[in-house]
């Protein structure tokens, strides 16, 4: 993986012919290839997203020793993956630029497929993961419950009910968990499972915050 990070703010002549732009791209992405028609020679999985240099080189230096052409293509058909990024750069160690271009453009989160569109290339091909630079944690977390005791014919629960909350948040992390019992009940921290011994129908209800706040929505177990 090559993931170039650099802080300078040139980057190439684009960035000098605006040089009253002062926000050029401060993230370079590199591919490479070379005479294989089954894979990129280097390739970056993850980046951040905002501006963003991208360099694709097919040149001697990368390990091309037959001319061979490549493409860096992000896929824009998919709708599983992120379509706003339209790239598509083909290079060949002898092109006008010794095989190795760039361009600029702006990531946005989710994920790219690229590809190699050469006939036969097809096997080129690869996903970039873009992530939220600041690591704004804007989802809830996920919360789920479950009952589990001794039931008897009828399904019903007997002696006792154990009911387990679990709630993970893949932003900030989980800060806390509350628990209720009965539709009025006060919400309590959420520490261990949550033991029901009082026959009749029950209903707990749960709910989670993270870190950042974002709460999860209330949820509930008969
Ligand atoms: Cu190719």
């Given at each position: ?175 806390k968990v509350e628990y209720a019992v009965g539709a009025d009940g006060p919400w309590q921290p959420y520490t261990a499972p949550v033991m029901v011994h009082e026959t009749g129908t029950h209903k707990i209800r749960y709910r989670a915050t993270d870190k950042a706040g974002n709460a999860a929505a209330e949820k509930a177990v008969d």
């Amino acid at each position: 993986m090559v993931l170039g990070l650099t802080s300078t703010v040139a980057y190439g002549r684009a960035a000098e012919r605006e040089a009253d732009v002062p926000t050029a791209a401060a993230q370079v992405l590199t591919w490479t290839a070379g005479d294989a028609i089954d894979r990129y020679a280097s390739f970056p999985t993850t980046a951040v997203a905002g501006p963003t240099t991208i360099v694709f080189e097919n040149s001697t230096a990368t390990g091309n020793t037959t001319g061979m052409p490549h493409t860096l293509t992000f896929d824009v058909s998919d709708p599983e993956y992120n379509h706003d990024v339209p790239l598509n750069i083909l290079a060949n160690p002898n092109d006008d630029q010794g095989g190795k271009h760039s361009v600029e453009v702006t990531l946005t989160p989710g994920r790219y497929r690229f590809h190699c569109t050469i006939p036969g290339h097809g096997q080129m091909q690869g996903i970039l993961t873009v992530t939220d630079p600041g690591g704004e944690d804007t989802t809830a977390p996920e919360t789920s419950a479950k009952v589990e005791g001794e039931k008897n014919a009828d399904g019903a629960f007997i002696g006792h009910a154990t009911v387990t909350v679990s709630a993970t948040d893949a932003g900030t992390g989980v800060d806390k968990v509350e628990y209720a019992v009965g539709a009025d009940g006060p919400w309590q921290p959420y520490t261990a499972p949550v033991m029901v011994h009082e026959t009749g129908t029950h209903k707990i209800r749960y709910r989670a915050t993270d870190k950042a706040g974002n709460a999860a929505a209330e949820k509930a177990v008969d």
